[in-house]
């Protein structure tokens, strides 16, 4: 459970591991030393405990100071059942809903890198983006999310792909609806957002395809560490 990050960003796959460890008890109840903990998942210290405060938020950990301190597991961690009941109905459509996404985003952002865009498409990526990063209210967040994304397929005219991209993101976002909102993945996600339309901007496929796809696992990592 705690073998080194190797892959994805170093915050989103140490949420995931930690959660996952969690929810199956291989953590009964206090987790390692931090240092320690650090070591066996290759992470700094300082995103170790940026993904311990996004669990703590989540309810899944609390920590005490003192003699005896630490970071303990909660025994009953406030989850919301709904979440649980739909990601066993799901099953392997679970798996099946970011492998598709894996496969068909980072698809798109490299074709409307390669597209030559009108001034009126780049202007709209732009407010989209703006509209995601500006924005304060979670649930407005999460459609502006998905409206950036459908922006980046609708610029290619591609209408397969912009019909793919539509489909992915009503698997995702009702998925995305059931697990915290962590305020270090949205840092995170507004970067990889900026960097993808600034590629786009640019004309790099290259840069949009990789951007895309680590935007893409990093989401893939809290999902499966929250609902699998």
Excluded: W
């Amino acid at each position: 459970m705690f073998r080194p990050v190797r892959d994805g960003n170093p915050f989103e796959v140490t949420v995931e591991r930690l959660a996952t460890a969690i929810r199956l008890g291989a953590v009964a109840e206090r987790l390692p030393p931090e240092r320690e903990l650090a070591g066996m998942l290759g992470v700094s210290r300082m995103t170790l405990r940026d993904a311990l405060a996004a669990l703590a938020d989540a309810g899944f950990v609390t920590s005490r100071r003192g003699r005896g301190g630490g970071t303990f597991v909660c025994h009953r961690p406030p989850r919301d059942g709904d979440a649980q009941a739909v990601a066993r109905s799901m099953g392997e459509a679970l798996v099946h809903a970011l492998d598709y996404r894996r496969i068909i985003e980072p698809g798109a952002a490299a074709l409307a890198a390669s597209t030559a865009l009108s001034e009126a498409a780049h202007d709209h990526l732009r407010a989209c983006l703006t509209e995601v990063t500006e924005t304060t209210d979670d649930g407005f967040r999460r459609r502006a999310d998905s409206r950036l994304h459908l922006a980046i397929a609708s610029v290619t005219g591609n209408e397969p792909l912009i019909a793919a991209v539509a489909d992915v993101q009503s698997r995702i976002n009702g998925l995305l609806e059931l697990i915290p909102v962590l305020r270090t993945n949205i840092t995170h996600s507004d970067a990889q957002h900026a960097d993808i339309v600034a590629a786009i901007a640019a004309g790099d496929p290259d840069r949009a395809t990789k951007v895309m796809r680590d935007h893409c696992d990093a989401t893939a990592a809290l999902l499966r560490g929250f609902l699998r």
